[in-house]
């Protein structure tokens, strides 16, 4: 048997209406439920540090959250500053507009000067593509590449915030899917790995993800998961 899905879930606490005391207890849940990390907003990392301490739970928190657009410098800023503060890892988002108009060194070189500052603080990173809006194959595939070339730490799918217009004219998101996620890791190379998040919700759809290349997992439904999970065990 390998890791438990619980074991690999980053419990998302990202929400903009979460209140300090929601962050407080979705801290003491991903405690409980000994997940792999909690990814907090920026300025409630000082939050997760008061509830995580002593735990095996890393801190986690988003740069240029969530559509990408800080300016590179700032985005910079953003991970020295949460790592300082005590994030062990960041999820990053490409400059979504720069990613579909081509300009594939200004994208290099943005992720990889967000990369490097938190490899400088021994900090993970993870580089969300925002599969929602990057929806082009060959531009998801030049996103791997360019992730794998700078060292990376991983590909992420999506935010969970990237709402499109959608036929019944609601605006919703689609998240992760088994297509990317398989894409993503083909298309990876060195020791980067794949995160699946966005519309993640049952030990199912963990376990498919899982089955299909992810090795963590972004999701607010650690709680249904883990205890999906529990029972499935228990039916053996």
Same mark, same amino acid.
């Given at each position: 048997?390998?890791?438990?899905?619980?074991?690999?879930?980053?419990?998302?606490?990202?929400?903009?209406?979460?209140?300090?005391?929601?962050?407080?207890?979705?801290?003491?849940?991903?405690?409980?439920?000994?997940?792999?990390?909690?990814?907090?907003?920026?300025?409630?990392?000082?939050?997760?540090?008061?509830?995580?301490?002593?735990?095996?739970?890393?801190?986690?928190?988003?740069?240029?959250?969530?559509?990408?657009?800080?300016?590179?410098?700032?985005?910079?800023?953003?991970?020295?500053?949460?790592?300082?503060?005590?994030?062990?890892?960041?999820?990053?988002?490409?400059?979504?507009? =720069?990613?579909? #108009? !081509?300009?594939?060194? %200004?994208?290099? &070189?943005?992720?990889?000067? $967000?990369?490097?500052?938190?490899?400088?603080?021994?900090?993970?990173?993870?580089?969300?593509?925002?599969?929602?809006?990057?929806?082009?194959?060959?531009?998801?595939?030049?996103?791997?590449?360019?992730?794998?070339?700078?060292?990376?730490?991983?590909?992420?799918?999506?935010?969970?915030?990237?709402?499109? =217009?959608?036929? #019944? !004219?609601?605006?919703? %998101?689609?998240? &992760?899917?088994?297509?990317? $996620?398989?894409?993503?890791?083909?298309?990876?190379?060195?020791?980067?790995?794949?995160?699946?998040?966005?519309?993640?919700?049952?030990?199912?759809?963990?376990?498919?993800?899982?089955?299909?290349?992810?090795?963590?997992?972004?999701?607010?439904?650690?709680?249904?998961?883990?205890?999906?999970?529990?029972?499935?065990?228990? #039916?053996?």
């Amino acid at each position: 048997m390998g890791d438990s899905l619980t074991s690999m879930i980053d419990h998302a606490l990202l929400h903009p209406t979460m209140t300090d005391g929601e962050i407080r207890q979705g801290c003491e849940l991903a405690k409980k439920l000994a997940v792999a990390s909690v990814c907090v907003k920026p300025y409630a990392i000082s939050i997760a540090r008061n509830v995580l301490d002593g735990s095996r739970v890393r801190i986690g928190t988003v740069i240029g959250f969530p559509h990408g657009s800080n300016a590179t410098h700032v985005k910079m800023l953003e991970t020295k500053i949460a790592c300082e503060e005590g994030a062990h890892e960041v999820d990053m988002v490409v400059n979504i507009g =720069k990613v579909l #108009s !081509g300009e594939w060194e %200004y994208v290099e &070189a943005d992720i990889r000067s $967000v990369v490097d500052t938190a490899h400088s603080y021994a900090a993970i990173c993870k580089v969300i593509f925002e599969t929602d809006y990057v929806t082009r194959r060959e531009d998801k595939i030049r996103l791997c590449e360019i992730c794998s070339r700078v060292g990376a730490d991983f590909v992420k799918t999506s935010t969970g915030f990237g709402y499109t =217009k959608q036929t #019944s !004219g609601d605006y919703n %998101y689609t998240g &992760a899917t088994l297509e990317d $996620v398989q894409l993503m890791k083909e298309h990876i190379f060195g020791n980067v790995q794949v995160k699946a998040s966005g519309g993640i919700r049952s030990a199912d759809d963990a376990r498919r993800m899982v089955d299909n290349g992810a090795t963590r997992l972004g999701t607010s439904a650690s709680e249904a998961i883990a205890q999906g999970e529990a029972e499935d065990s228990s #039916s053996y």
